[in-house]
Nanobody, 126 residues
Framework: QVQLVESGGGLVQPGGSLRLSCAAS????????MGWFRQAPGNEREFVAG????????YYADSVKGRFAISRDNAKNTVYLQMNSLKPEDTAVYYC???????????????????WGQGTQVTVSS
């Protein structure tokens, strides 16, 4: 399995942007679909965006569609989340996860993902 380390979070004003990174260890990174999730206090961890191992497919939660973009660089073992037009309701701890099931479809349930990192805090506030 891979080990994941998220970074890039911080405090940003509404309308601002952040780019999150998730660095993976291990030689099998390119075999995993990858996903970004977030968890706000008192809420369950929810799906934000996912990308297939081939980089051909992406999928977004309706709440972030058109504002966030997921990408990956398999040569660098890294997946990214570019977040634009941030809103206060985007405030959460953001996690990346790896789907080891080898299915083609990008899963949206956290139960399909493993190997969570420690998360990175994103706070959107004026």
């Amino acid at each position: 399995q891979v080990q994941l380390v998220e970074s890039g979070g911080g405090l940003v004003q509404p309308g601002g942007s952040l780019r999150l990174s998730c660095a993976a260890s291990g030689r099998t990174f390119s075999s995993y679909n990858m996903g970004w999730f977030r968890q706000a206090p008192g809420n369950e961890r929810e799906f934000v965006a996912g990308i297939s191992r081939s980089v051909r497919s992406t999928y977004y939660a309706d709440s972030v569609k058109g504002r966030f973009a997921i990408s990956r660089d398999n040569a660098k073992n890294t997946v990214y989340l570019q977040m634009n037009s941030l809103k206060p309701e985007d405030t959460a701890v953001y996690y990346c996860g790896a789907d080891p099931s080898l299915v083609i479809t990008i899963a949206t349930s956290r139960m399909n993902y493993c190997c969570w990192g420690q998360g990175t805090q994103v706070t959107v506030s004026s």
